[in-house]
């Protein structure tokens, strides 16, 4: 049984920096994509960033590509999404996802794993 645990969310004054973290068990890791995505309430889960596992080959959406970084770490089998210069708007539950397919889409339904999330709050 696969498991996404995610930590690292918070609140946080603008401006400020967050790291979060995807520990998955249970998950290959060896090959496929992973990602984050957020959701604020009242609007649809959006993709921010994602890596193709193994290959390292990294994607974000446009309005992160500035500010965050994904990445991951094999020997700890470990995702990462380090967040920089955060703004109110960014205040959302973030997830990580999982698939097992070669290649990274922003479809979510494409992720057959999914964390349960961690809250990311920004204040001015």
């Known amino acids: 049984q696969v498991q996404l645990v995610e930590s690292g969310g918070g609140s946080v004054q603008a401006g400020g920096s967050l790291r979060l973290s995807c520990a998955p068990s249970?998950?290959?890791?060896?090959?496929?994509?992973m990602g984050w995505f957020r959701q604020a309430p009242g609007t649809e889960r959006e993709g921010v960033a994602l890596?193709?596992?193994?290959?390292?080959?990294?994607y974000y959406a446009d309005s992160f590509r500035d500010r965050f970084t994904i990445s991951q770490d094999n020997a700890k089998k470990t995702l990462f999404l380090q967040m920089n210069n955060l703004k109110p708007e960014d205040t959302a539950m973030y997830y990580c996802?999982?698939?097992?397919?070669?290649?990274?889409?922003?479809?979510?339904?494409?992720?057959?794993?999914w964390g349960q999330g961690t809250q990311v709050t920004v204040s001015q």
């Open positions: 890596i193709l596992i193994g290959v390292g080959y990294t």
């Open positions: 249970g998950y290959a890791y060896s090959s496929g994509c």
């Open positions: 996802a999982a698939r097992t397919y070669t290649s990274c889409t922003w479809d979510t339904t494409a992720y057959g794993y």
